[in-house]
């Protein structure tokens, strides 16, 4: 069965879903997006996305495209046509059609596009199982990474070098010589005393949904968490590593630039987040998981 997509205001067939040539997220990159994991037909971190959604529109001053509960049904409108079981479901707000111009026009509706496709899950928990690598670059990206904004470019450049590099993941560095974030994730150590470490929040990261989510797993299995930046020399040295995000959930980083990471191997502690990440959301404990 063929995929379909919402594009303002209508179902439509994934081949035949456009938008104008004079979309300001095209031209621009005007606008903001959600990626929301699937799991047993349940958007999982449901209102915790929404929220986001709504703080990245506010700082750009762009409408919201509709109410939060049209939006649910859009969503589910979106996971249910496209019989989404496991899967990534994608959202994204633009400012809208104008003549281009620097400036923004008074009066401009939202375009606003979603879209889903299935995920190989077990594919992603033999991903998890082996640990990734990641390399470490300079912070080349804007001043307000807090905004989910369309405009991607260095991430995809990082991810390519990255990828170049037998890497799956880039970890930005900034001037002070610490770790932000990575591309498309949040990056996380385990320290010799068993605390997990992440940046606290700041206009320097996004704040990441699933990292939002594990912090009350944290919680749930007893781990103590410490908000604060890290250097790359400190991750190589730490206990343990790894990433989260809708599309990695937690996944284990067994390698930095060229240092492996505590004994080369996922980390107990990074596997037992997961395992428990994953169980909670299955089973739409808390914020984890709404139905679509």
Not at 13 to 32: K, L, N, S, T
Not at 243 to 250: D, K
């Amino acid at each position: 069965m063929s995929r379909l997509a919402y594009v303002n205001g209508r179902y439509l067939p994934h081949g035949q879903a456009v938008v104008h040539i004079e979309d300001r997220g095209y031209q621009f990159a005007d606008g903001v997006y959600e990626v929301c994991a699937v799991l047993g037909g349940c958007l999982i971190d449901r209102d915790f996305h929404l929220e986001r959604l709504e703080r990245s529109l506010a700082a750009l001053a762009i409408p919201k495209p509709m109410s939060r509960a049209a939006l649910l049904v859009v969503l589910g409108e979106v996971v249910r046509r496209n019989h989404i079981v496991d899967g990534l479901l994608y959202l994204q707000v633009t400012r809208g059609v104008a003549k281009r111009d620097h400036l923004v026009p008074a009066g401009l509706r939202p375009a606003l596009v979603v879209t889903a496709r299935r995920i190989d899950l077990a594919a992603l928990d033999a991903k998890a199982a082996r640990g990734i690598a990641v390399k470490t670059l300079a912070e080349i990206r804007w001043r307000r990474r807090d905004i989910k904004a369309i405009g991607l470019l260095p991430n995809v450049m990082a991810k390519q070098e990255a990828h170049a590099a037998g890497a799956a993941e880039a970890w930005f560095v900034d001037d002070d010589g610490l770790v932000t974030e990575g591309a498309s994730t949040n990056a996380w150590i385990v320290n010799a005393g068993g605390q997990l470490v992440t940046r606290a929040l700041s206009h320097a990261i996004l704040a990441g949904v699933t990292r939002r989510a594990l912090l009350g797993t944290a919680a749930d299995l007893g781990l103590a968490v410490v908000e604060r930046a890290f250097t790359p020399a400190e991750a190589m040295a730490a206990r343990e590593a790894f990433i989260t995000s809708a599309t990695a959930f937690v996944t284990p980083v067994i390698r930095i630039d060229e240092s492996p990471v505590g004994d080369g191997r996922p980390g107990p502690i990074a596997m037992r987040l997961r395992l428990a990440y994953l169980e909670q959301a299955r089973a739409g404990r808390g914020a984890h998981a709404n139905h679509a």
